[in-house]
């Protein structure tokens, strides 16, 4: 009171509330994706534990009261391994407030309702939950009818339609009230307005509910993205039904975007009519209608396989009329995406306009000038071992110095492109190639290779090729042989120096010294400091970072957390190890080598298997010890470092993303098939070395290739935000996912919409440099020509029935054309072996062969293989033998001399 007394004489007393809850109204990137892990929690629990408990007691006819069903569901989300939701551990979410359980004819749809000790009673029954993870809240509240009649229905339905209009109506920009005024005005057609709640929810995060930016009508604070809403629309007091009255209520945890409608984060949990409804005692119907049923949390990834032996949900009387993903799903999930292009393709035309370079910076400046590489300063520092007429490979100076009408030249090793060495008769030639101002720096206005010298001067006259000839095939051999060295040597230090350079200086890491600090200790690095068991240390979290102490190795290795862009935590539940992964905004060098990826692991099996000569007995003591053993020490580690983990984002601002299993899905981002597992931001590979960690954020689009009904496996590409620019082998344009299985392809799609990535769809493999060359080349003309539309496997078809077979000028430039770029990474290798023969068929199918095309395109049956033996049998023997061989054996035949 004191202070506050103190403060009063300076200055007069100010309400700082209302401020404080627009900071906490307006969330950043990592709040909004730790609101839909919340959302993903509550969603989950409901749709594998509320709904599934529900139908329990419905289908026994069981005696349950409000308050222990919701004790039941409460206990789910404290242990939501209940619901069968995975990368969750137990002691990590918290409810909201007590799950509300209401029916019988008493509603009230305040949030500050409880569950009664009624018996739950079929009818109208109202369900509602949160779930607070990493302190951040979310809600779902929904309305199941068991055997609804049909004023019910209706008033359901346009409780529904004024939901999705409030939702519609939550654009930035726009007042808070217009949200409410747009469900009220739908609501009014059916005369239902005046039932409805004084407010439709309000903002939610860090708190439960925030009464300055409740959504009602004298509310006209205006919405701004990155906002957070507890949408609850509730109608009540409705007493068409004969036996009680009843209310009515849907309730979503929704996310304000920077254009076009919101994210429903609890969209998992489907609100259609069809979906809450439920007919008891229906045994007909439920042989006709219920079929296999598609688990939206399954494609989801977060919850666990739990059907039964016959491979289809448990049969109920109380059945579920809606089965599988609903056309307005889908449709939901097309509109996104059309609205996600239109977006992205107003964004680029307004940065084109403004000249802005999609956030990356300009250029770094990596080109070195001729005259920095200097072979000699003067004559008399060239080799005494020089010999008249004879090339001479100085492997000190990296230089060559080579015979021109006599008189010794020394080249640099930078000005050496290429050399070989052919044969003809009885010499050897050998060809040497230099670098000129044409190769190095354009052709046709791009750049070609910007990572070799430049020219100072441009005019001056270059020499482009030097050819030797010798008859002795030994000396130009052992020259080629050490100019190659020399070269590859030359280039490989290069290639180290531009590495280090772009290494940034980090800051000192701030010790903590006088108390005790989270420590990981038995752990093993990737890059290793070491070898073998001395490849072991302590990883120790300080004030701003990490550092990996080695005493074996006699070394320490500092992470920032300032420098880390990703943290990774995954558990040893199929794999041999549990691991810490780091994927680092700059680069460190470990030893010798520059990595932006850092990794600590344990093992959790030992590397030893013990051999006998007895081969081990069916329930063996000696074995089921071992594997408990094995369990045990799984659990142990898996513990360890999730306490780690814990203990970490409790001292600093990391946060650590857990791969999600479910969603897992095998690939060859490289050369191999690997097991590849999405992430809140990332597709990750951790497990093999090198890791594959591709941030969803550095995202354009996606695309599906070759994805045919009669292909088992198909491609998705990732086109990189900053393909506008010229790539470099360090920063590339786009990166390529081959042989994913086609029952993949659903799941991916909805996990690429959620995560607000544009995604089209092909039936054949695109030349990936070709086409974003072509488009570098006249951006203006890209845009101005609906951007990427030219994907859209969709408007390709329209288009073809339309206008038949032509094409337009604009966009033949972004068909495939393998001709054009001989050193694409676009190759057979990408794909495994079976990939490969489909990629074969797809490209011999959909090419740009005009003669493929003809042979596709005639009626002409062809002829069997026996008619086509005969024909050349035929052929052969009215031509007759031709060589004088041939001759000399029919002679031979004959007798004839």
């Given at each position: 009171e004191g202070v506050f007394e103190a403060c009063a004489e300076v200055g007069e007393k100010v309400n700082v509330a209302e401020a404080v809850g627009y900071c906490l109204a307006v969330k950043d990137d990592v709040e909004v994706g730790r609101m839909k892990r919340s959302s993903l929690i509550s969603a989950g629990v409901f749709q594998k534990y509320l709904v599934r408990q529900l139908e329990e007691i419905l289908d026994k006819e069981k005696k349950i009261t409000h308050e222990k069903f919701s004790d039941m569901v409460d206990g789910a989300i404290l242990d939501p391994t209940k619901a069968k939701i995975k990368g969750v551990k137990p002691g990590t979410v918290?409810?909201?407030?007590?799950?509300?359980i209401q029916s019988g004819g008493k509603y009230d749809l305040r949030p500050t309702a409880a569950s009664d000790d009624s018996i739950l009673h079929p009818g109208v029954i109202l369900a509602s939950l949160g779930a607070r993870n990493n302190f951040y809240c979310s809600n779902i509240g929904r309305t199941f009818l068991i055997d609804p009649t049909e004023k019910q229905a209706r008033n359901y339905e346009a409780l529904h339609a004024a939901h999705e209009a409030a939702l519609n109506a939550m654009l930035p920009g726009k007042p808070i009230s217009e949200v409410y005024d747009a469900a009220v005005a739908v609501l009014k057609k059916v005369a239902l307005h005046d039932k409805v709640t004084k407010n439709f929810g309000s903002s939610i995060g860090l708190e439960f509910r925030d009464s300055a930016w409740l959504i009602s009508p004298k509310n006209t604070k205006p919405l701004e993205p990155g906002m957070v809403f507890n949408l609850a629309i509730g109608v009540q007091d409705l007493d068409d039904d004969p036996n009680n009255k009843y209310a009515l209520l849907i309730a979503d945890t929704v996310a304000v975007n920077p254009s076009g409608p919101p994210d429903v984060l609890t969209s998992m949990m489907k609100k259609g009519l069809k979906v809450i409804s439920y007919k008891l005692n229906d045994e007909e119907d439920n042989e006709a209608e219920e079929a296999e049923e598609v688990d939206p949390l399954k494609d989801e990834g977060i919850v666990e396989n739990d059907d039964d032996g016959d491979g289809g949900?448990?049969?109920?009387?109380?059945?579920?009329?809606?089965?599988?993903?609903?056309?307005?799903?889908?449709?939901?999930?097309?509109?996104?995406?059309?609205?996600?292009?239109?977006?992205?393709?107003?964004?680029?035309?307004?940065?084109?306009?403004?000249g802005i370079d999609q956030g990356h910076g300009?250029?770094?400046?990596?080109?070195?000038?001729?005259?920095?590489?200097?072979?000699?300063?003067?004559p008399s520092q060239y080799p005494n071992l020089i010999k008249p007429r004879q090339i001479f490979v100085d492997m000190d100076a990296e230089t060559i110095i080579v015979p021109l009408n006599g008189i010794p030249v020394p080249f640099h090793i930078s000005m050496i492109k290429s050399a070989s060495k052919s044969e003809e008769g009885r010499h050897t030639y050998l060809r040497i190639n230099f670098h000129t101002a044409v190769s190095t720096n354009t052709i046709g206005g791009r750049t070609v290779n910007a990572k070799t010298p430049l020219f100072t001067d441009k005019k001056a006259e270059f020499l482009k090729e030097l050819n030797y000839r010798s008859a002795n095939s030994v000396n130009l051999s052992e020259t080629l042989r050490k100019i190659n060295d020399l070269c590859k040597r030359f280039k490989t230090r290069q290639?180290?120096?531009?590495?280090?350079?772009?290494?940034?200086?980090?800051?000192?890491?701030?010790?903590?010294?006088?108390?005790?600090?989270?420590?990981l200790a038995d752990v093993s690095m990737r890059p290793p400091l070491a070898t073998g068991k001395k490849n072991t240390g302590f990883l120790e979290t300080h004030k701003n970072g990490f550092r990996y102490r080695n005493s074996r190795a006699h070394g320490h290795i500092d992470l920032l957390f300032s420098n880390i862009q990703n943290a990774f935590y995954q558990e040893a539940e199929k794999e041999v190890i549990v691991l810490l992964h780091f994927h680092l905004k700059n680069p460190i060098k470990v030893k010798s080598k520059v990595t932006r990826d850092v990794q600590f692991y344990t093992e959790v099996v030992d590397s030893v298997v013990k051999l006998g000569d007895q081969r081990a007995r069916a329930y063996d003591r000696d074995e089921?010890?071992?594997?408990?053993?094995?369990?045990?020490m799984r659990n142990h580690l898996n513990k360890r470092y999730f306490r780690f983990t814990k203990a970490v984002e409790e001292l600093s601002n990391l946060e650590f993303d857990i791969p999600y299993r479910g969603l897992g899905f095998t690939g060859a981002p490289r050369s191999a098939n690997v097991f590849l597992m999405p992430t809140m931001s990332c597709i990750v590979d951790l497990i093999d070395w090198p890791p594959f960690v591709l941030n969803l954020e550095d995202v354009e689009i996606a695309h599906f290739e070759r994805v045919q009904f009669q292909l088992r496996n198909f491609d998705l590409v990732f086109v990189f935000k900053w393909f506008e620019k010229t790539p470099t082998k360090e920063k590339p344009e786009w990166t390529r996912i081959s042989s994913i299985p086609m029952q993949d392809l659903d799941g991916l799609k909805k996990f690429l919409d959620e995560q607000q990535i544009k995604y089209y769809e092909g039936t054949a493999n695109l030349n990936w440099p070709v086409t974003l060359r072509t488009i570098r080349d006249d951006l203006e003309s890209f845009y101005a020509d609906s951007g990427w539309d030219f994907l859209d496997l969709h408007t390709k078809v329209a288009g073809e029935e339309s206008e038949g077979s032509s094409i337009e000028s604009g966009d033949q430039g972004f068909e495939p054309d393998a001709s054009e770029d001989e050193g694409s990474?676009?190759?057979?290798?990408?794909?495994?072996?079976?990939?490969?023969?489909?990629?074969?068929i797809v490209d011999e199918l959909e090419g740009d062969s005009a003669e493929g095309e003809a042979e596709l395109e005639s009626d002409e049956e062809g002829e069997d293989w026996d008619e086509l033996e005969k024909k050349a049998k035929r052929s052969d023997r009215e031509k007759g033998p031709d060589s004088e061989e041939e001759r000399e054996r029919e002679r031979s035949k004959g007798g004839g001399g």
């Open positions: 918290f409810s909201s407030y007590p799950p509300i949900r448990r049969r109920r009387k109380a059945v579920n009329t809606e089965t599988g993903e609903t056309a307005e799903a889908k449709e939901a999930r097309d509109k996104h995406q059309r609205a996600l292009a239109e977006r992205k393709l107003k964004e680029a035309r307004d940065r084109l306009d403004k300009a250029k770094s400046s990596e080109e070195k000038s001729m005259n920095e590489y200097l072979a000699y300063k003067d290639a180290v120096q531009r590495e280090e350079e772009k290494m940034v200086e980090q800051d000192e890491l701030v010790l903590i010294r006088n108390q005790k600090i989270p420590t089921l010890e071992e594997e408990q053993r094995e369990r045990e990474d676009f190759s057979s290798s990408d794909s495994g072996s079976e990939a490969g023969s489909d990629s074969d």
